[in-house]
């Protein structure tokens, strides 16, 4: 049977900052478009309490009472991002770059809008004109570096968050460039970006777990262990963290603990992929492959792109002999993107 392999997640952040003219005033000023003012700063409020549908209401309130109101629109962008809501935010940032053709910032909301739609070609081009436009706005190179993260050119995303960094540096963008030389194997240097993160932030959950995740591959199991539990003390209540503990004591053949642990992890969230891999893992490595099976089909069932758990399924149906059925679970975990693919396909037609 091909070595089954742990499930882990690798996180990167998406951060946003809004555009605030002040605080709403305790006093009422009167002024020609007092109640657009009114309104937005009713909004700002609003946004920096999380309240982003109210958010988006009130600028939208404030842009009827003055449909001139770039900064309006900019931020009901903002404020529509937050909700997901991507094709509307480019919308209200185009509204604004109709207004002021040159504001930056709703360049770049436009690019960030198309990124987290995965439109990647079209928001290369409004991520380059932000830059263009303001250099030094370190949160510019680090989306831009996140786009070419995601679309795999790893040199020139390393390139942007360098550039972020030297800029204004901040633990996600240490988090993330951990990330991108995890992809590329030089697991000593993230974890020195990891380590990073967390001296920047040290309430960053994922940098803690990609810390682990690195220091796994290099069966280092006492620190990656440690390094789950620092995760779990910061947030008890993180079914990750679990996950990411289990795959440590599955590596230690601690199979009991790891089960202890996937247990809270569904307790925390019993929709989570990756817990019913894991489990699938544990079954496997007991010879259980009945049992693990069903455990796959469940996290396949949750994430049909969950290519370990499609590698991980053939192995159990090559224990069950159904060699066809394994063939093709492996050829789809391939089709995927699992690591050492040749492998997998090896033996199958």
Same mark, same amino acid.
């Given at each position: 049977?091909?070595?089954?392999?742990?499930?882990?997640?690798? +996180?990167?952040?998406?951060?946003?900052?809004?555009?605030?003219?002040?605080?709403?005033?305790? +006093?009422?000023?009167?002024?020609?478009?007092?109640?657009?003012?009114?309104?937005? #700063?009713?909004?700002?409020?609003?946004? #920096?309490?999380?309240?982003?549908?109210?958010?988006?209401?009130?600028?939208? !309130?404030?842009?009827?009472?003055?449909?001139?109101?770039?900064?309006?629109?900019?931020?009901?962008?903002?404020?529509?991002?937050?909700?997901?809501?991507?094709?509307?935010?480019?919308?209200?940032?185009?509204? +604004?770059?109709?207004?002021?053709?040159?504001?930056?910032?709703?360049?770049?909301?436009?690019?960030? /809008?198309?990124?987290?739609?995965?439109?990647?070609?079209?928001?290369?081009?409004?991520? %380059?004109?932000?830059?263009?436009?303001?250099?030094?706005?370190?949160?510019?190179?680090?989306?831009?570096?996140?786009?070419?993260?995601?679309?795999?050119?790893? %040199?020139?995303?390393?390139?942007?968050?360098?550039?972020?960094?030297? *800029?204004?540096?901040? /633990?996600?963008?240490?988090?993330?460039?951990?990330?991108?030389?995890?992809?590329?194997?030089?697991? &000593?240097?993230?974890?020195?970006?990891?380590?990073?993160?967390?001296?920047?932030?040290? &309430?960053?959950?994922?940098?803690? *777990?990609?810390?682990?995740?690195?220091?796994?591959?290099?069966?280092?199991?006492?620190?990656?262990?440690?390094?789950?539990?620092?995760?779990?003390?910061?947030?008890?209540?993180?079914?990750?963290?679990?996950?990411?503990?289990?795959?440590?004591?599955?590596?230690?053949? #601690?199979?009991?603990?790891?089960?202890?642990?996937?247990?809270?992890?569904?307790?925390?969230?019993?929709?989570?992929?990756?817990?019913?891999? #894991?489990?699938?893992?544990?079954?496997?490595?007991? %010879?259980?492959?009945? %049992? !693990?099976?069903?455990?796959?089909?469940?996290?396949?069932?949750?994430?049909?792109?969950?290519?370990?758990?499609?590698?991980?399924?053939?192995?159990?149906?090559?224990? *069950?002999?159904?060699?066809?059925?394994?063939?093709?679970?492996?050829?789809?975990?391939?089709?995927?993107?699992?690591?050492?693919?040749?492998?997998? +396909?090896?033996?199958?037609?």
């Amino acid at each position: 049977m091909k070595r089954p392999l742990s499930v882990f997640l690798i +996180t990167l952040f998406t951060i946003l900052s809004v555009f605030s003219q002040g605080k709403k005033p305790s +006093t009422l000023v009167v002024s020609k478009n007092q109640e657009a003012e009114l309104a937005y #700063n009713a909004g700002i409020d609003n946004y #920096n309490q999380a309240q982003y549908k109210e958010a988006e209401a009130n600028f939208s !309130a404030a842009i009827k009472h003055k449909p001139s109101y770039y900064r309006a629109y900019y931020n009901l962008g903002n404020a529509q991002i937050k909700q997901k809501k991507y094709a509307d935010a480019i919308s209200s940032f185009d509204q +604004t770059l109709r207004l002021k053709s040159d504001y930056d910032k709703a360049i770049f909301g436009k690019g960030l /809008a198309n990124l987290l739609l995965k439109n990647y070609n079209e928001a290369l081009p409004y991520f %380059e004109k932000a830059i263009a436009a303001n250099n030094q706005q370190a949160i510019y190179h680090y989306y831009k570096g996140i786009l070419h993260y995601q679309t795999q050119e790893y %040199e020139k995303a390393e390139s942007c968050f360098n550039q972020a960094i030297s *800029l204004k540096p901040e /633990a996600c963008m240490y988090n993330d460039r951990g990330n991108l030389r995890f992809m590329q194997k030089k697991y &000593k240097e993230a974890i020195q970006d990891y380590k990073m993160a967390i001296d920047q932030d040290a &309430k960053l959950v994922p940098a803690y *777990l990609n810390m682990s995740e690195s220091m796994r591959i290099n069966n280092n199991y006492r620190d990656a262990a440690s390094m789950c539990k620092e995760a779990l003390a910061v947030n008890p209540q993180c079914a990750k963290s679990y996950n990411y503990s289990a795959c440590v004591n599955i590596g230690m053949n #601690n199979l009991e603990d790891a089960r202890k642990d996937l247990d809270k992890a569904m307790e925390i969230n019993p929709n989570l992929p990756v817990t019913y891999a #894991n489990i699938g893992v544990i079954f496997l490595k007991q %010879e259980k492959f009945n %049992e !693990a099976l069903q455990q796959f089909n469940k996290a396949i069932e949750l994430d049909d792109k969950l290519a370990t758990a499609y590698a991980n399924r053939g192995c159990a149906k090559e224990m *069950l002999k159904d060699f066809s059925g394994a063939c093709a679970d492996w050829k789809k975990a391939v089709e995927l993107g699992i690591e050492n693919p040749e492998v997998y +396909t090896e033996g199958c037609k």
